[in-house]
Nanobody, 116 residues
Framework: EVQLVESGGGLVQPGGSLRLSCAAS????????MSWVRQAPGKGLEWVSN????????SNADSVKGRFTVSRDNAKNTLYLQMNSLKPEDTAVYYC?????????RGQGTQVTVSS
C-alpha cells in the first residue's frame, strides 16, 4: 500500500523558514519523480516543485523560485521541501505527490501558516 506522510508544517512569521518532510512507503520511492503541491484556503491545488527519481533535476513554480528547494534522500525514502523567505501568500496545506502505477497519490498534508 502506497503511503505518503507529510510533516514539518506550522505557524511562522513572514520571512521565516520551515522544512517539510514526506515519508514514503509501499513503493520503490527511488524510482519515481515526486512533487510538492499546495492548496490555499478556498483555492485549488497548485503545483510547487518537482524532483526526478535520482534527485539530479528539480523544477519550481515561479511563485516559489529562489525561496523553496526540493530534495530527497532515497536511502531514507524521504522527500523534503526547504522553504525560506516565507510570505503570507504561502499559507496553504502542503502535500507530497507521486504518480505511481497510473494513479496519483498524496498524503494527508501539513498546514503551513505564514502570519505575524
Amino acid at each position: 500500500e502506497v503511503q505518503l506522510v507529510e510533516s514539518g508544517g506550522g505557524l511562522v512569521q513572514p520571512g521565516g523558514s520551515l522544512r517539510l518532510s514526506c515519508a514514503a512507503s509501499g513503493f520503490a520511492f527511488g524510482s519515481y519523480t515526486m512533487s510538492w503541491v499546495r492548496q490555499a484556503p478556498g483555492k485549488g491545488l497548485e503545483w510547487v516543485s518537482n524532483i526526478n527519481s535520482g534527485g539530479s533535476s528539480t523544477s519550481n513554480a515561479d511563485s516559489v523560485k529562489g525561496r523553496f528547494t526540493v530534495s530527497r534522500d532515497n536511502a531514507k525514502n524521504t522527500l523534503y521541501l526547504q522553504m525560506n523567505s516565507l510570505k503570507p501568500e504561502d499559507t496553504a496545506v502542503y502535500y507530497c505527490q507521486g504518480y505511481i502505477g497510473r494513479e496519483i497519490y498524496r498524503g494527508q498534508g501539513t498546514q503551513v501558516t505564514v502570519s505575524s
